[in-house]
Structures are given as structure tokens and as C-alpha cells.
């Protein structure tokens, strides 16, 4: 079980560790609501939790109230990373499509009911956005409800 979040989740110190990266990395990870579904998609690699080996994974990331979220997604259904993450909660965030950095970050899961209600509305908000034809069109907050959510935060890199 990971340790337990010690920051509110609109503690605006709690993602400052995003002030260290070069400014075109910073600029990648806080992408505004008019990003494409291009750009919000990631590798991760984290521990398989069965294994203890590396293992990639392709997710989506989205940026709520200032700070970086991975999410499964309308329904909620059990994913491998949440899972991983939970488990082994540092991992490796790979920018992929256009800026390329491999980041140091960690994952913290999102139980608090009102984080959770404000994320997943902004992120909902933010999908159903029509700039973007080809991203997931979620018509219905609750579809979302059950969603795995993790914080992220970035670690700096020595």
C-alpha cells in the first residue's frame, strides 16, 4: 500500500516540482484544454506488480487544478497501471509525441471525494471541448465516477 498523501490536492506547493524542468518540458506536461488526443498521450514504465519487472504501459495524462493526473477513463474498470502504481507508486513518465523526456515521478492515488469530483469535471469538461474531433467525447460526469485517478507528482532529477 503506498504511504499516505500528506499535501491537500489544492496544496498549490504540492506540484512545484514542476518548476524544474527545462521550460519546453514544463510547457509539454501543462497542456491546456485545447490539446489534441496526440499530444495527452504517454508511456509509462513502472514495476509489474506480479513480476517486479519494468513494464511500459501507453496511457493518457490530463492536467486538472494545476496539476498532472493519469485517469482510466469513463466506467472504471480495473486497469494494469493503476494497479502497478498502486503498488509501486514511483515510476518513469515518458513524453512521447513531440517533446521527448523521460521524468521521475510518482503516483499517488485520489480518494478524496471533492478532488475527485472537481478532476474528473474539469477533465470531463475539458474532453467534451470541440476542438479536438478525434478525442473521447464523455457526455455524462457520472460515466466517470469510478474512475481510477492518480496524482502525479515529478521528482527532480540529480
Sequence with gaps: MSAPDTTGWNDSARD???SHPPNHIRRAIEITPAAGTTERIIDITTLGR????PRRIEIFFYRAAGTTYLCSGAGGAATDWHANLFVNPNFTFHLKNGIRADLPAR???VTDPAERQAVLAEIVADLNQPHDPGTIRPTRLEDWADSRLMRISFRHQP
Design 50 to 53: 506480479r513480476t517486479g519487472r
Design 107 to 109: 503516483a499517488t492515488p
Design 16 to 18: 512545484a516540482s514542476l
